[in-house]
């Protein structure tokens, strides 16, 4: 046993040699070493501790005074075999996987394959703007809405996705007018959902007609920005193009994209709405050529009233596998970017300026607060397939949105059907959908029942197939296990320096906000769906 305590320690760690653990003191446990001679204790439910060494080796060994105040922490913690609390346990545990009775909550269309931009790292294998048999058809579109408004989920998102769904706003407007009324109907049952949309776009294609009706429509919009203008525009490049209609396209895709951000925010001010809770969602992607512009990152969002920001990693999906070489980074170096990004974000939020990082996020919320934000890739077991399904321009469905990407390069490990003759039930209960499920519950992996982490934590099993052959996928040799891991060890050791500005900043970023504004309402009926989202 000594050899397994020994094994979970991280390189450099303090010794545990010589423990003798008791067999009846502590309660089940999981440990990993923080800096300054410290040990983080979790258990089943998630709960955690920070112990000093001679603490951690008074609790494993059973040699804690039943008076002490050492005591006192554990037994509330419930990691004391004695006093162990199965009801408390089984509550917690099971208000944390409450999602797992849900069903597919996000439905992802993807509209069109066509872009009239060509981004480095492209993971959706964009389309010319002349491939006009990459754009999904109306008829293809109410098939997919009726699977999604089929779901045993009491609400979904409908989220637009491309190449550019700009490109076919027809269809965008065709989903969002069939949906909402199909929905009125089931409303007269009593089966109506709590409906949201959303739509992934780089905006350079957006119009005052095209924004009303999204506004009108109360349509989240989401883009992309990678940084300052420089960094962006070289990523993310905008071609000169002459659209059907005349319309030219081209120059600066940051510059259209920034147009539109305080444009949309605007809107949203026009119509009384609380800009800090409702504004354009922006998402960035990390590169070798970002790493060195940490502090230029945060500065740009923070201009542009951005709230939050994503450090995503580069993905190996889509022309990202082919443009990785020179765009792709240790891990080692992403998470010293990490560090530099988020201590940057706190210090700027303990001046007021409020900007909070979504990874951190989502590892708060589960850590301080026990509730689990339904993040489908940062959960267990995963979301792909019973969380969320993909559905392609042509019909086809996926378990995820990088199945269909795979799809796109010819790998259809992840294709479940199509929309012409799918059922719900058969989707949902596919045999790749049960596999996805096992390879994504952490309780069954092999690198993972140990881990400290492993109430927090999760896998994409899309991620793991494409970069290791197999769903079933070795953690201690995964990009995402090393990028999980290191953000959780750099949240814990400032957990337990327990600095109470940084705290309070970290309890500010777990808070929900609300999303009334984008829900879609029915006559018919009261929607009782929760409307919030870690903000």
Not at 348 to 367: M, P
């Amino acid at each position: 046993m000594t050899d397994t305590l020994d094994s979970q320690l991280p390189p450099g760690a303090f010794p545990l040699r010589g423990l003798r653990p008791s067999a009846t003191f502590p309660a089940f446990f999981r440990y990993r070493a923080l800096p300054k001679q410290r040990v983080l204790l979790t258990n089943l439910e998630g709960n955690f501790l920070v112990l000093a060494d001679a603490e951690f080796r008074a609790f494993v060994e059973g040699n804690v005074a039943p008076e002490s105040e050492l005591h006192a922490r554990l037994r509330e913690g419930n990691f004391l075999r004695a006093h162990y609390d199965t009801k408390r346990a089984a509550d917690a545990l099971r208000r944390r996987k409450s999602f797992v009775g849900y069903g597919p909550n996000l439905h992802m269309l993807v509209v069109t394959l066509r872009c009239n931009e060509t981004c480095v790292y492209c993971h959706a294998s964009r389309a010319a703007m002349d491939a006009v048999h990459t754009d999904m058809t109306p008829e293809i579109a109410e098939k997919c809405v009726d699977i999604a408004l089929s779901s045993t989920s009491p609400g979904i998102t409908i989220e637009f996705q491309g190449g550019e769904p700009l490109v076919n706003f027809a269809v965008v407007k065709h989903v969002i007018e069939y949906a909402r009324k199909k929905n009125e109907r089931l409303a007269a049952s009593g089966e109506a959902k709590t409906l949201e949309f959303t739509m992934v776009s780089n905006l350079s294609l957006m119009d005052e007609e095209k924004l009303a009706f999204l506004l009108e429509n109360r349509v989240q919009i989401c883009t992309s920005i990678d940084g300052p203008q420089g960094l962006h525009d070289k990523q993310r490049k905008l071609p000169a193009l002459k659209l059907a209609d005349g319309t030219k396209t081209g120059g600066s895709s940051w510059e259209a994209s920034v147009k539109w951000i305080r444009r949309i925010n605007e809107e949203y001010a026009k119509l009384g709405l609380d800009t800090t809770l409702y504004r354009v969602e922006a998402l960035l992607t990390t590169t070798r050529e970002t790493l060195p512009l940490w502090k230029e990152v945060v500065d740009q969002y923070v201009d542009l009233g951005c709230r939050a920001l994503f450090l995503r990693p580069l993905d190996p999906f889509g022309f990202a596998e082919k443009t990785g070489p020179r765009l792709e980074y240790p891990r080692a170096e992403y998470l010293d970017y990490y560090r530099k990004c988020v201590d940057y974000m706190v210090e700027l939020n303990l001046k007021g300026v409020q900007v909070l990082e979504r990874y951190a996020a989502i590892f708060l919320t589960k850590i301080l607060s026990g509730e689990d934000p339904n993040f489908l890739d940062i959960r267990s077991p995963s979301g792909a397939g019973i969380g969320a399904l993909a559905y392609n321009y042509d019909g086809s469905i996926f378990t995820c949105d990088e199945g269909r990407m795979l799809h796109e390069t010819g790998d259809d490990t992840f294709l479940l059907g199509h929309v012409n003759d799918a059922t719900y039930r058969g989707l949902v209960g596919h045999e790749t959908v049960r596999a996805v499920v096992l390879a994504g519950n952490l309780d069954a992996r092999p690198d993972c029942v140990n881990c400290a982490y492993q109430p927090y934590c999760g896998v994409a099993p899309s991620h793991s197939h494409k970069t290791q052959g197999t769903i079933f996928g070795r953690m201690r040799e995964s990009s995402v296990c090393a990028v999980h891991k290191g953000i959780q060890d750099y949240l814990f050791e400032k957990i337990a320096d327990a600095d109470p500005g940084t705290m309070e900043v970290f309890r500010r970023w777990t808070t929900n906000r609300p999303r009334a504004h984008f829900i879609q309402g029915t006559s018919s009926s009261t929607l009782g769906a929760d409307a919030s989202r870690t903000p």
